[in-house]
Each structure stands twice: as C-alpha cells, then as structure tokens.
Nanobody, 115 residues
C-alpha cells in the first residue's frame, strides 16, 4: 500500500529556509518519479519540482536556484529544501508519486512566508 506523509511546513520570514519531507511507504522513492506541488488560496495547483529515479530533476522557473529536490533511499524519503523564501511561496505543499501507473498524493503541509 502506497502512502506519503509530508512534514516540515511552518511559518518563516522572507529570506528564510524550510525543508519539507515526504516519507514514503509501499515503494522505493529512488525507483520512480516523485513531485512537489503547491496550491495557494484562490490559485490553481502548480508543479514545483520533480525528480525521477533519484537523479533527473526539474523545477518551475519561479523556484530555480532557490529550491532543491532530493531523495534519500535509506530513509525512503523525498525532500524539498527551500531557501530564500518569498511571500509568494506561501501555499499548501503536497508530494506526489507516480507508482506503477498511478499517481499517489500526500495530505499536504502548509508553508507561510511573511514579509
């Protein structure tokens, strides 16, 4: 059974950092494509970063150079290191995994950046 559990969200001032974690079970994070999405109030959900087989990464332009996606096979966990945070990064962040033809979601973790 695939499960994803996020943690690490919180409130931070602009310029600060947070690291989001997504603990996975039921599959190996390094063997599939995994993603971070976010949705701000009143806005559509957008893909923030992706990583496939633990190596190939991609980012939305607005976070390039500030966010880093990674996986740790030993902990079977997906991470999103977020630096130089801006108020416009405020959103609910969710991890997702493409596993055996299905897309699974975590419950989300709130990130709030104040100016």
């Amino acid at each position: 059974q695939v499960q994803l559990v996020e943690s690490g969200g919180g409130s931070v001032q602009a310029g600060g950092s947070l690291r989001l974690s997504c603990a996975a079970s039921g599959f190996t994070v390094g063997s599939y494509c995994m993603h971070w999405y976010r949705q701000a109030p009143g806005k559509e959900r957008e893909g923030v970063a992706s990583i496939c087989t633990g190596t190939t990464t991609g980012y939305v332009d607005s976070v390039k150079g500030r966010f880093t996606i990674s996986t740790d096979n030993a902990k079977n966990t997906l991470y999103l290191q977020m630096n130089s945070l801006k108020p416009e990064d405020t959103a609910m962040y969710s991890c997702a995994a493409n596993v055996r033809g299905n897309l699974y979601w975590g419950q989300g973790t709130q990130v709030t950046v104040s100016s």
